[in-house]
């Protein structure tokens, strides 16, 4: 961490390139990363010598951001802005925010991506927001909001009045400025939870609208349902464990209380949760055919694909073991797997318990049944939907207590642990999906959704 005392400084006076003002709990290393630099050419460019002499208030230079003369500082790039919407908000140019985030198109902003920005930006006015509605002009919009339309247009980065789309969504002078800026004012909040999306994990859209909206969307490919939720809607989707890291949509199609439509679409970084190789597996081969597999995955899919409107869960799930076994597994979720010499093309879709043939195993939550009976891979399984896209699901038990059709409650007896279906031994194999998708049990039973 930077020094609290002070005594030398990076630049004693404002140099003439991009700096930054150094505050408590910066580090130069957290520095370089938020301005996409290195320790060392942050060094090098300020002359440094003993990182531990810095102090708050010291300027630094940042290197790599040619071109710019000023304070910079850095932001988080939110879910429901683009860079157009934060250069409006921010009263800074398409060509200047490109130019310090050596951006090759504004396509690249992610949400949750690091923006650097002109530092004076803070001491703007706030701004609201408003849609230019089809058929009505900029004129007629500034009349409606007592303002002069080229203030409109100034403040939108507009070279005239007729630039005007209609659907585009402009800052206004006044208001409170808060927002998700790139979505019309009928939505007054939005978020993604969390903000950094990983490879077999629950993401969170959360969405707060004026009364009469209707709302629908996909991530990465998977169609978002939403749900009201107390004061705003909500929506689930599990992450593939499989999925590719990288760039992936997050696409919001809104119908409006008057009737219009409202598309909007970003960017959301998928990272790599680096699931370990497990030693190759030898199974029975019948198991691993795919006249047997494929007919009975697609089952399970089917199963695990129904989004019911009700939710019936409360808080986090109980464990579906007692509790000798709830921390003890043999094998986690997401580790990639060769089954009798094949490539590591396959995933391991639960978390596997410790236990033995007559393990006591109950419901993590309120549910009702949608499954219970033999399987040849999975052995003995059952399948509790917990309503709203999401659902548990239990392997090679030696016994099922619970039918089709049946309310189950939190910690009651549905089954015990065994070996039937392909296993090298007794165990549960406990799965949770979401929104179609496996993901992480484990985060289903330390965190609350939602």
């Not at 002359?47 to 708050?56: E, H, K, N, T, V």
């Not at 006015?125 to 080229?150: D, H, I, K, Q």
């Not at 949760?273 to 019948?286: A, G, Q």
């Amino acid at each position: 961490m930077v020094a609290l005392t002070s005594p030398a400084t990076a630049q004693e006076e404002e140099p003439d390139a991009a700096y930054y003002l150094i505050q408590e709990g910066d580090s130069l290393w957290d520095i370089a990363a938020r301005f996409g630099t290195t320790l060392e050419e942050l060094e090098r460019a300020n002359g440094i010598i003993d990182p531990g002499q810095l102090s708050i208030g010291d300027l630094l230079v940042i290197p790599g951001l040619d071109g710019f003369q000023g304070r910079v500082d850095t932001i988080t790039v939110p879910l429901g802005e683009t860079l157009q919407s934060l250069g409006r908000r921010y009263r800074v140019s398409l060509q200047t925010l490109i130019r310090l985030n050596r951006l090759a198109s504004p396509s690249e902003l992610f949400a949750g991506a690091t923006l650097v920005i002109p530092a004076e930006i803070s001491s703007l006015s706030a701004s609201g927001r408003t849609s230019l509605e089809p058929g009505r002009t900029l004129l007629e919009l500034a009349v409606l909001n007592g303002v002069n339309p080229w203030e409109i247009a100034t403040g939108n980065q507009l070279s005239g009045a007729w630039e005007a789309i209609p659907g585009d969504v402009l800052s206004l002078p006044g208001g409170d400025g808060a927002g998700p800026g790139a979505l019309p004012p009928a939505i007054t909040q939005i978020s993604l939870e969390p903000l950094a999306l990983h490879q077999g994990k629950t993401a969170v859209i959360r969405l707060k609208a004026a009364p009469g909206i209707t709302t629908s969307g996909s991530l990465v490919g998977s169609e978002l349902n939403f749900f009201s939720l107390e004061d705003e809607l909500v929506a689930f989707q599990g992450i593939h464990a499989m999925t590719e890291p990288g760039l992936y949509p997050l696409t919001l199609k809104v119908t409006l209380p008057g009737g219009d439509r409202f598309i909007f679409s970003q960017p959301i970084l998928i990272q790599d949760s680096n699931y370990p190789f497990d030693p190759p597996l030898s199974v029975d081969p019948e198991t691993f055919d795919p006249a047997v597999t494929t007919p009975e995955d697609e089952q399970w899919q089917s199963l695990a694909t129904p989004v019911k409107p009700e939710k019936l869960w409360q808080g986090s799930f109980e464990s579906p073991v007692p509790d000798p076994f709830r921390e003890c597994w043999t094998s986690l979720f997401g580790s990639r797997r060769s089954y009798n010499g094949s490539p590591y093309n396959y995933f391991h879709s639960g978390l596997d318990f410790c236990g033995t043939t007559g393990t006591e195993l109950y419901a993590p939550a309120v549910g009702k049944v949608v499954f219970a009976g033999p399987l040849t891979v999975r052995g003995n399984a059952t399948v509790i939907d917990h309503g709203w896209g999401i659902y548990t699901a239990y392997y090679h038990q030696s016994e099922i207590f619970v039918r089709a059709g049946d309310l189950v409650q939190p910690r009651q007896l549905i089954g015990l642990g065994g070996a039937t279906g392909r296993t090298s031994g007794p165990h549960l194999h406990w799965e949770v999906w979401v929104g179609g998708v496996p993901v992480d049990p484990r985060e289903w039973t330390v965190s609350v959704f939602p």
